[in-house]
T-cell receptor, first 115, second 115 residues
């Protein structure tokens, strides 16, 4: 079955370190997204991609970067981790067909703690 | 600026009764709306969606109502079951252009269904 997987599930790092969170999908979806979930804010969009070599900034992109070298993967990099980036990170993908069938499929999340 | 708002952080209902979760939005460009359910330590999963050309969509025990003039949507779960206990996120999308496929989420409502 097609799926979307994130790794690691849990990560503890120190402030100032570079961290990369992996996201891999086997849906063959063009669209991929990174969200962070924080109490009181719901899920907020960090970066997204509509295809290979395409990347775009979302609502809370400062301090994060992504790259899309193939269809399956969209790694999220924290250039210099800060305590404010402690959060749960979700990767998602979608087919891009539009309503009424368009929906995001989410990975299980990565809990990141920056100490 | 929170464009999608779920003003009730939590809701508690008895098994067998109706659960009504509410969501308000401010961006008049939103024309596609989705509800996601999230269990602890898992990613959000798609529940039901509605396009702005409709005012109601049903799928089994779940019905979503859209009131475009009030910029309000609601999710009805009838009858509620203990397994429905989860966090419910409302999300909205604007078709076309650079907004295509991006979802803006509300803060979430924790639903607890008591046996």
């Amino acid at each position: 079955d097609a799926e979307i997987t994130q790794s690691p599930r849990h990560k503890i790092t120190e402030t100032g370190r570079q961290v990369t969170l992996a996201c891999h999908q086997t849906w063959n979806h063009n669209n991929m997204f990174w969200y962070r979930q924080d109490l009181g804010h719901g899920l907020r969009l960090i970066h997204y991609s509509y295809g290979v070599q395409d990347t775009n900034k979302g609502e809370v992109s400062d301090g994060y970067s992504v790259s899309r070298s193939n269809t399956e993967d969209l790694p999220l990099t924290l250039e210099s981790a800060a305590s404010s980036q402690t959060s749960v990170y979700f990767c998602a993908s979608s087919e891009g067909s539009g309503p009424p069938n368009e929906k995001l499929f989410f990975g299980s999340g990565t809990q990141l703690s920056v100490l | 600026d929170q464009q999608v708002k779920q003003n009730s952080p939590s809701l508690s209902v008895q098994e067998g009764r109706i659960s009504i979760l509410n969501c308000d939005y401010t961006n008049s460009m939103f024309d596609y709306f989705l509800w996601y359910k999230k269990y602890p330590a898992e990613g959000p999963t798609f529940l039901i969606s509605i396009s702005s050309i409709k005012d109601k969509n049903e799928d089994g025990r779940f019905t979503v109502f859209l009131n475009k003039s009030a910029k309000h949507l609601s999710l009805h779960i009838v009858p509620s079951q203990p397994g429905d206990s989860a966090v419910y996120f409302c999300a909205a999308s604007a078709a076309g252009g650079t907004s295509y496929g991006k979802l803006t989420f509300g803060q979430g409502t924790i639903l607890t269904v008591h046996p």
